[in-house]
């Protein structure tokens, strides 16, 4: 009773005092009473970025599903007796595993890179500004010195958004990752033409702000360590694999941006490869899982099966680089003992003399190489972006269009640069200069077929990066590739040419809208193209 009845007096007490508390020390007092000692008032901005980079590696969940069983197997690098990928089915999860993550993290402590990298930006800007609709653009940082930390988020941003974009179409862009900070949790879908403006736009502003003399992310920063020209010749790399994207579509646009990119400064060795290095037994998350990317996967789990294309397409040249691809059992194995396994089949197909893609030769699963040791390790870099893919397509804007200097000088160097960056897997047998030297007199470049050299080479190159792989053969067209047609596939037969459209068609209203102005028949729809795949 005692205690009941004095708590009305203590409180009252306590009003009064405060009330004669002069004002400021009032509010300090209040905000001493409304702030948790054990939380940060704000993030870091280096801890968002480390983990924005991180995320956009990849994970087991979506590396496994919308990497090496969709795309790496309907770009016949991987093949798999259960594998979907290359039968053009659907599995709904396998399929939007990357929209997923990319938007809302893996529900296993991944967070989601839009998230991370809308926060990074919309809390290190301008505060006055912060509700315009062109945050990214227009906001100034604040403070100003941290003009490269917002510059190398927002070209992050758009390695993010041109991944999911290629493989989806129209998704939200503008609006993206604002659900808590504006209350909008069903964003605008963007048209890819128009998504792909403003990445271009972004891409020119963000290399623009770039400054030597203001600090950077320094070590948070994981793949550059915080060097601004490194992260100007990413920007300008990235802008042209954008413009090179677009040829069948806009060609024009597409030689402006090239030429715009190009004069920038883009990379320059494999010193400036875009990718994300793996420490051993590094960044273990809930529940075991590892962020890793491809080489966590595959060291994991089974190890699917290179396919018999990759491998008779790389021994009919005697490429030194299958060796350290694919190997069976994962080893060393020599080139004339590579066995690749056909597409499209099941454990019963695959003896089956009537199903026109069994194998006649078939002794034992064992006897297919499997991706090597080296790239199957939990070290395995994870690729992003290469010199060698930005030395072959300067090698096809100069074939195009006459700009970017010899394009026979930038297709050797783009070989060079694909077998000598195999170093960065650890342990990797390293391909010799008199290797390459006698792999490039062997196959020399031809002018009279430059595009399907380049693209094959290209092909070649992103092993194991099947987003950009498929992204890029869909583009050019290069290798030419015999599809299958298993029963019951959704796509009459024919590489699909999207991931099918992943926006929440219950939450989000303006899904369905999306859909129906891509003409798509619905979610499963792997056959119509997006913009830019003319």
């Known amino acids: 009773m005692n205690s009941m009845s004095t708590a009305p007096k203590y409180a009252i007490f306590l009003a009064l005092a405060l009330l004669l508390l002069p004002a400021c020390d009032q509010d300090s007092r209040f905000a001493e009473l409304n702030t948790n000692p054990t939380q940060a008032v704000s993030i870091p901005p280096e801890f968002l970025f480390t983990t924005a980079e991180l995320a956009t590696a990849g994970t087991r969940y979506e590396q496994w599903r919308s990497n090496l069983i969709y795309p790496e197997a309907m770009i016949q690098h991987l093949a798999e007796t259960w594998y979907t990928g290359d039968k053009y089915t659907t599995n709904a999860d396998w399929l939007s595993a990357l929209w997923t993550v990319s938007y809302n993290g893996n529900g296993d402590g991944q967070r989601a890179p839009i998230k991370l990298l809308t926060d990074l930006i919309y809390n290190n800007v301008d505060p006055d500004c912060r509700e315009s609709q062109e945050i990214f653009t227009e906001c100034p940082p604040a403070p100003a010195t941290n003009v490269n930390k917002i510059a190398a988020a927002r070209m992050l941003r758009v390695f993010v958004f041109q991944r999911l974009t290629d493989m989806y179409g129209d998704l939200p862009y503008f609006e993206a990752g604002l659900g808590f900070l504006r209350s909008n949790i069903a964003p605008a879908f963007d048209t890819q033409d128009v998504i792909y403006a403003d990445m271009l736009k972004e891409l020119e502003q963000a290399v623009a702000m770039l400054d030597p003399t203001f600090p950077t992310y320094g070590a948070a920063d994981v793949i550059y360590q915080g060097d601004v020209e490194k992260w100007r010749r990413f920007g300008n790399s990235l802008m042209l694999r954008l413009a090179m994207r677009l040829v069948k579509r806009d060609a024009g646009m597409a030689q402006q941006w090239a030429q715009k990119a190009i004069s920038g400064g883009v990379m320059e060795s494999n010193d400036d490869v875009f990718m994300v290095r793996h420490e051993r ?254």
């Open 281 to 534: 037994g590094g960044s273990e998350g809930p529940n075991g899982l590892n962020t890793n990317g491809v080489g966590e996967v595959l060291s994991s789990f089974g190890r699917p099966k290179c396919t018999k294309t990759f491998v008779d397409m790389l021994k009919s040249t005697a490429d030194p680089r299958l060796s350290v691809f694919c190997g069976v059992g994962g080893a060393l194995t020599p080139l004339e003992a590579q066995k690749g396994m056909p597409g499209g089949n099941s454990a019963t197909t695959i003896e089956d003399p009537n199903w026109p893609w069994h194998d006649p030769d078939f002794t034992s699963f064992a006897d297919y190489s499997v991706p090597t040791d080296w790239v199957s390790s939990k070290t395995a870099p994870t690729f992003l972006l290469t010199y060698a893919e930005t030395e072959f397509l300067r090698a096809e804007a100069s074939v195009r269009w006459g700009i970017a200097g010899d394009a026979a000088t930038h297709y050797a160097n783009g070989v060079r640069a694909s077998m000598e960056h195999l170093a960065f897997y650890e342990g990797a047998p390293a391909i010799t200069a008199d290797e390459i030297d006698a792999y490039l007199a062997a196959n020399p470049y031809d002018a009279g077929r430059a595009l399907e050299q380049i693209n094959t080479q290209i092909w070649i190159t992103d092993f194991l990066q099947g987003h950009e792989a498929w992204a890029n053969w869909r583009r050019s067209g290069f290798p030419a590739l015999e599809p299958v047609n298993w029963p019951g596939n959704v796509t009459n037969g024919q590489i699909p040419r999207r991931l099918g459209f992943w926006g929440d068609m219950v939450l989000n209203p303006n899904a369905q809208a999306a859909l129906e102005r891509q003409g798509l028949s619905g979610q499963f729809d792997l056959s119509t193209a997006v913009w830019w795949d003319r």
